[in-house]
């Protein structure tokens, strides 16, 4: 049974449009007016929706600088302090509601990613049409069982976790009344490597979840997102900035608005080139099936000669007979007399 998944009537998943998510994060760079033609941008790019991210550093973590509080190597913020790292990235709240309001009057959905109860409740009042649950937050039970009790659709990015954690998060939010939800493949490394992408997960995730499957993608470039829709995901999700030459926590990763479009084109191409299972000639083909291959008789041929190599070949156009039937052609002869580029056809064979 396809899954059911739905933001405020658009429904999302096989046979439906890919739903493009741009993610702002933190690439408004604390300036509103920067968020607010981020969500103009985005629109002009060709996003469906826009999401955002509710918190803040005192809900993140603790305002420490002991080694558990430093980000280490590995990472684009190695050797910060969390909490001063998501003060710089968080959105302020009370832009939440503008830029709600503003998301819609371009015809672009607007939700976020909660990142505790207080972010839920705050997003609830605001009626937000869907909720997002991050990666790092897959394991946070108490919180996917909080956001399930909304009612609301759900999506959440599974990188890091294993099948185990994955199916902990599933059990949880629909045991705790979630109805509808979408599991995104998402490779949590900033950026992220096309070859550590492993996009065949993505229908295995939907199958083994019976859930909508999609992406979470923080690699440079195109390439696999749109690998990502010929492999069946139904939502792709890409950070947006207005340019990475502004400094930021996420603008390294993010796409600046003619890449994003250019994004958005090629997956819209690409789900009309999927189709369906078909071996059924198109409209088009018709017309070329005349420089099909075919046999012509290819020297002048008196009544009763025999067919044969020196007289008949396989070649373009394709008015003659189809070359499967050499074998029946072969030793015959002809039934009168045949001129140089005639195509063959059965009453022209004798006995």
């Not at 309001?101 to 371009?106: I, V, Y």
């Not at 600046?256 to 084109?265: G, H, I, L, N, T």
């Not at 999927?274 to 088009?284: D, Q």
Request: with cysteine.
């Amino acid at each position: 049974m396809t899954p059911r998944f739905n933001i405020q009537g658009r429904a999302i998943g096989p046979g439906h449009p890919v739903y493009v998510i741009a993610e702002m994060s933190a690439n408004h760079n604390q300036d509103f007016a920067q968020a607010a033609e981020i969500v103009r941008a985005a629109k002009a790019a060709g996003a469906d929706a826009l999401k955002l991210q509710t918190y803040t550093p005192d809900t993140m973590t603790l305002n420490l600088r002991t080694p558990e509080f430093q980000i280490g190597a590995g990472t684009i913020w190695a050797g910060r302090n969390l909490h001063e790292l998501y003060g710089e990235a968080c959105t302020p709240w009370d832009w939440t509601p503008r830029l709600k309001t503003l998301a819609e009057s371009l015809g672009l959905h607007c939700f976020s990613t909660p990142f505790d109860f207080t972010a839920v409740d705050f997003l609830e009042g605001l009626d937000v049409p869907a909720h997002k649950i991050a990666s790092f937050e897959i394991v946070d039970l108490p919180l996917i069982r909080r956001v399930a009790r909304t009612g609301k659709p759900t999506i959440i990015s599974t990188g890091m976790a294993s099948m185990a954690e994955i199916d902990d998060a599933v059990r949880a939010f629909r045991q705790a009344g979630g109805r509808e939800l979408a599991l995104l493949k998402c490779t949590s490394a900033y950026p992220s490597a096309p070859d550590e992408m492993n996009l065949r997960t993505i229908p295995h995730l939907g199958e083994t979840f019976g859930t909508v499957a999609g992406l979470s993608d923080h690699t440079m470039g195109v390439a696999v997102p749109v690998a990502a829709v010929a492999l069946g995901a139904c939502i792709v999700e890409k950070h947006f900035t207005l340019s990475r030459a502004q400094p930021g926590p996420d603008s390294s990763f993010s796409l600046e608005p003619a890449e994003f479009k250019a994004m958005v084109d090629a997956i819209r191409v690409a789900e009309q080139a999927l189709g369906r299972v078909s071996y059924e000639m198109t409209a088009k083909e018709q017309s070329s099936r005349v420089f099909r291959r075919s046999l012509f008789v290819t020297a002048d041929v008196k009544a009763g000669e025999v067919f044969g190599e020196h007289n008949v070949r396989s070649i373009r156009p394709g008015s003659g007979l189809p070359p499967k039937h050499w074998d029946q052609v072969v030793g015959r002869r002809a039934s009168r007399d045949i001129a140089r580029g005639t195509p063959l056809d059965w009453p022209l064979l004798g006995a």
